[in-house]
């Protein structure tokens, strides 16, 4: 069934064997039919979100259909709109979590703590009410439950670590030529779905990628879990009620109206008459894109229409690259800083499958490092769990990992 399942899913055989570390020579002798060894069905199983029964039981006569035998999640996939760059990255990071769940066994953690969370968000919101005030609703339920309205200040510095550390997944890497902005699924860990984000990073800010994962946090509250994935692409106007509310969560988790009268008020703002050192400073303090700053301005009535729409021309990007280091690209950020963390966002962390590149999450590469310290696996398994080969992985971590004690 292995061939039949790919081809429903437009996964070609070679990308396959690359993301299992296997030649591609064995990959076509299982698709050709040939038993899987039992050790790599788990692996294989995830990535494909079925069962380890169903990957190795025989395709049933008059069912091979297209796309029928796909999976659900790799269904929803075969959008048109979609390449198969997109798909193998979908791939990547499902491998990703399968790791994600063989570390959390070896470090005893137990279930995620979204989980809970994200049910009793639903609980608070009101499914009669219109898709925006649901949105508001559940931006409001969430800041409150996960501790991130204390206080009247922008949430988009610690918002990434905060996501993390309740077990959800989020990756934010390029993708060159796609037409995703965001999208978020689950993945396979330990048996169970887990929520992953995924925010393409290519020519987009740390800004705009704030706003894009809280979007896509939305949708894995409420849109996941009978959808599979769901995406969103740039440049798409979709008027649908799961966008709607999206957007206005996104918008109330970040700028709420406390937040933006608290700033109003601290920095005396005129918004009437915005200038371009004020406009980087409110976005520096909030974290958040012009756009959606200012579209919370006009819905908390602090500026018309029109004063909306002539604020979005100025331009305030030297403005802003003086007063925050997110405003600035890699070159510029060792330029000003000569900071080495630079070189691992951009270098110690990529993770490369065939001809696709990973960003993997900072945090994760800090866990697997801090499991060989801790002689929980070994340097092999770690090399493999950041997807790359033991050499690669002691020029990079050696340091780190072998230093005295």
């Not at 070679?14 to 064995?26: I, K, W």
């Not at 309205?149 to 030529?177: C, D, M, W, Y």
């Not at 894995?220 to 957007?247: K, P, W």
């Not at 800083?337 to 999450?361: C, D, F, I």
């Amino acid at each position: 069934m292995l061939k039949e399942i790919l081809d429903a899913a437009l996964l070609s055989p070679e990308y396959c064997a690359d993301l299992l570390s296997v030649p591609r020579e064995r990959f076509a002798d299982w698709t050709a039919g040939k038993p899987m060894p039992k050790f790599i069905l788990p692996e294989m199983a995830s990535i494909l979100g079925i069962s380890e029964r169903d990957l190795t039981s025989k395709v049933r006569s008059g069912y091979v259909a297209e796309g029928v035998l796909a999976p659900a999640v790799w269904y929803k996939l075969r959008n048109e709109k979609l390449s198969g760059t997109d798909r193998e990255m979908v791939g990547i990071i499902r491998k990703l979590g399968f790791y994600m769940g063989q570390l959390d066994k070896v470090r005893g953690l137990g279930l995620p703590q979204y989980l809970m969370l994200f049910a009793e968000v639903r609980k608070r919101v009101d499914a009669a009410a219109s898709p925006v005030v649901q949105g508001q609703l559940a931006a409001e339920a969430f800041r409150a439950m996960s501790g991130l309205s204390k206080g009247q200040r922008g949430i988009g510095e610690v918002l990434r670590p905060h996501l993390r550390a309740s077990g959800l997944l989020l990756i934010e890497s390029p993708l060159p030529e796609s037409s995703i902005e965001g999208c978020s699924f689950k993945v396979d860990v330990r048996g169970d779905a887990r929520a992953c984000l995924f925010a393409n990073s290519y020519k987009s800010t740390w800004f705009r990628r704030n706003a894009v994962l809280a979007h896509e946090l939305c949708h894995a509250i409420f849109d996941v879990d009978t959808e599979q994935v769901s995406i969103d692409y740039l440049e798409e106007d979709n008027s649908s009620l799961s966008e709607q509310r999206a957007q206005a969560f996104a918008q109330d988790l970040l700028v709420p109206r406390s937040v933006l009268i608290h700033y109003t008020n601290q920095f005396g703002v005129d918004w009437s008459a915005l200038s371009p050192s004020i406009l980087a400073t409110l976005i520096a303090e909030i974290h958040i894109e012009p756009r959606m700053l200012l579209n919370a301005a006009l819905g908390t009535g602090l500026i018309t229409a029109d004063q909306a729409k002539a604020n979005k021309e100025i331009d305030c990007a030297d403005a802003l690259k003086a007063v925050s280091t997110h405003a600035l690209s890699t070159p510029e950020f060792l330029a000003q800083t000569g900071n080495e963390s630079a070189k691992w966002v951009a270098e110690k962390r990529t993770a490369k499958v065939g001809a696709r590149r990973l960003l993997l999450p900072v945090g994760y590469v800090d866990q697997v490092l801090d499991a060989v310290r801790s002689e929980e696996i070994s340097v092999g398994k770690a090399a493999e769990m950041l997807m790359t080969d033991e050499q690669t992985f002691i020029d990079r971590f050696g340091d780190l990992v072998f230093q005295a004690t």
